[in-house]
């Protein structure tokens, strides 16, 4: 049984006249239409998400509901379109929501909910994923930079249309930041730490507010770690390269915090003694 996303269905050469191209051809009254907007209207973005058709193109822009019977119509025999709708990972009331609906080519012969299952199989797990911003205080602002730098990179790589449906992303800025000598040891020879603006000023400078569907804060104030909404110290994971147990499975229960620490020269253990002090458990990925 092959289920298979819209998208790869779709023939996106909107002047194909191809006669062995076996993919889809999506026309509206004889014409094909616009695939920039059959982009948009379905939710059909590759791994950017890029402006819709302004309209200038002189091809169809049927409604979404027009477009979904134009390619059902065009479906091969023995083909259907299979619509399904999840919910994804989330930090509860920190964020907004959004039920995400995707379109998918399946056989005529399978059953709606033996589609859903094989897509529910073959879907990656839904995670929650935090970034600990705790250690302003022994950073030097370079180092402060450089994480927000890192940060942005994150947002983009989930903002990707691949990763939107099952990825969920904190960056927790709250509580009192950790102070050089809070982590276990002083950084010898590390001039400045802890002075000039804290990681939430530079987030805030590079667009954190405008980040969509990152929780970051919760009733005007910023998030903690353990402030997140509906979780306990329980489901959460510190992730850390000197821990001494291995992560040896991903689970959607879970929360796994990475430490904001840009460390050059290394703090040795920093994150372990970080997951202590928060009573919480400390894995390290099951790398070599």
Known sequence: MRVQNLRDALCWDENCSNPSCNLVHAR??????CGKHLTSELGLWGRRQRPPCDGSCGRPHPPARALEACISAALPAGSRLHARVHTPP?????EAVVAVRSLHVAPSAVSPAEAEAALAAAAPVPLRVAIDC??????????????????????????????RPHVALAICCGGAPLADGDVGVARAGVRDAGAGPGSLELLRAAGLETWKSVAWRSENASLSLLSLSGVDAASVVY???DAPDVLDALRPSEVYVIGGLVDKPKIKGASCRRARELGVRCARLPLT
Do not use: N, W
């Open 28 to 33: 509206f009254e004889g014409v094909s239409i």
């Open 90 to 94: 989330s930090f509860g009331a920190a």
């Open 134 to 163: 705790a250690y302003d205080g022994v950073m030097t602002e370079t180092e402060r930079k450089s994480l927000t730098t890192q940060c942005s990179i994150i947002h983009g790589l989930r903002e990707q249309a691949e990763h």
């Open 239 to 241: 992730l850390s390269p």
